[in-house]
């Protein structure tokens, strides 16, 4: 991994160059106008010397699940690997509220784009730009809620996972992480997600599926 990674993704969607970084003393080497996501577990606020002064925006855990390893997948919603199908439906449901992503809790990102990350985020699937597998529950042709997945080597990432808000809370995300689990144990050996210290909900379901956590992490945002 390079030590300063470009950002398309929010270059893009807000015009302003956007890296993400680990290495702090790579930082003096961006030239302005740019937005920075710092991701360490250094608490920024307490170093001393530190000029930059970036803003806190969350603190994040990162889960993993050995999928070699037997577990009991359950299933209380139908769930189906797709292609490029339901894309109306999709786009629909990542534009409903989230309130825990970083970009949602940063209130200098321009409003549109806070406000519609996650559909362009998937917009990006369907361009061929993003993602390697997609998931979706489904009853009868209605999609009850979706999951995005990035293959990396041997492993699996959770890239992007959502319920409509009709089907929250009824077992939507646990089936849909189930049956990726079921579909991809024999070709990867983990499944990562990530999620903030906040997202209460997100983090009982993964402990609930098994996951466990691996590594954590301060996320801070700089804007020059």
Not at 140 to 168: M, R
Not at 189 to 210: E, F, P, R
């Amino acid at each position: 991994m390079k030590k300063i990674n470009i950002d398309n993704f929010t270059s893009v969607n807000t015009k302003i160059k956007s890296f993400i970084t680990t290495d702090l003393v790579e930082i003096k080497k961006l030239k302005k106008p740019f937005f920075l996501t710092i991701k360490t577990k250094i608490n920024l606020s307490k170093r001393s010397g530190f000029k930059l002064k970036p803003s806190f925006i969350s603190k994040n855990i990162i889960f993993s699940k050995n999928l070699k390893k037997k577990s009991t997948n359950i299933f209380l919603h139908d769930c189906k690997l797709v292609k490029r199908e339901f894309k109306k439906q999709i786009i629909n449901i990542a534009k409903e509220k989230t309130s825990n992503s970083r970009f949602v809790k940063d209130k200098k990102i321009p409003e549109n784009f806070r406000k519609n990350f996650r559909a362009l985020w998937m917009e990006n699937y369907f361009k061929n730009k993003r993602g390697d597998y997609l998931i979706v529950a489904l009853k009868k042709e209605i999609v009850k809620g979706f999951l995005l997945l990035i293959s990396n080597k041997k492993n699996l990432h959770i890239d992007l996972i959502a319920t409509k808000k009709k089907y929250q809370r009824q077992g939507v995300g646990e089936s849909l992480i189930n049956f990726a689990t079921y579909k991809f144990s024999k070709k990867f050996n983990y499944i990562v997600a990530g999620t903030q210290y906040d997202n209460i909900s997100a983090i009982k379901l993964y402990k609930k599926l098994g996951f466990k956590i691996v590594d954590r992490h301060n996320v801070y945002h700089f804007h020059k």
